[in-house]
């Protein structure tokens, strides 16, 4: 099999002015992923020091297993919402180039791991991640009420700052979202604060449920709901993509909300 295999401890590279540099987080996964595209390999195996993408945190929740197969898409999720075995771009080209992309053990070489594929498995949750150091923000407003143009005022405050949204929820009179980056926070609530009331909440925590989640599932989202029927969620989204469900919670309710995750899903 032509496979492409890349192990990286030093992150080191030349860049663009032909300097030695350093990769960012993920850089060393995404070269893999782009020299595999390139050349055409019939897998990129990427060497770490866990036996693939597990359904939950190991780190918070015991017992848990390696999932053995994932979509490109759902892998996305999880590595965006917490999985830190994968950058959510590491996969792309390899994605686009139909190239699978699997996850070993350098510990146990001879352990499963973890493919990544285009093959979608219908009905089934595959696993849970979480992602801290969250921030909500919430305007209200009347003059939201029936009024174009507001989210789009909104929205380019965060843009002018260059900070990105992870959830969105709204109604007639507000919109409540969340962000990562609290760098700007101060400077973003002052200019919210022309449109309407602004209330933060800090110290959050985005908990992501994955799998084949399409609307058309029934119960799927009420399993999930039924698991976090005893942690006070702040926000939940559904609907704005077909692989996951995410709950708004405190960081302080994390560990019991992967734990009820875990016993309810899997």
Known sequence: MRAIRYISHKFICRNAYGEIDNLQRGGSDYTASLVGAAINAEEIQIWTDIDGMHNNDPRVVENTEAVRQLNFEEASELAYFGAKILHPTCVQPAKYAGIPVRLKNTMEPDAEGTIIDNVLVRGKIKAVAAKDNITAIKIKSSRM??????????????????????????????????????????????ELKKYGTVTVDTNMCIVCVVGDLDWSNLGFETLATDAMKDIPVRMISYGGSNYNISFLIKDSDKKRALQSLSKVLF
């Open 145 to 190: 009420l029936g009024a174009s143009g507001f989210l789009r005022k909104v929205f380019e405050i965060f843009e002018s700052y260059q900070t990105s949204i992870d959830m969105i929820a709204t109604s007639e009179v507000g919109v409540s979202m969340t962000i990562e980056s609290a760098t700007h926070l101060n400077e973003i609530v002052d």
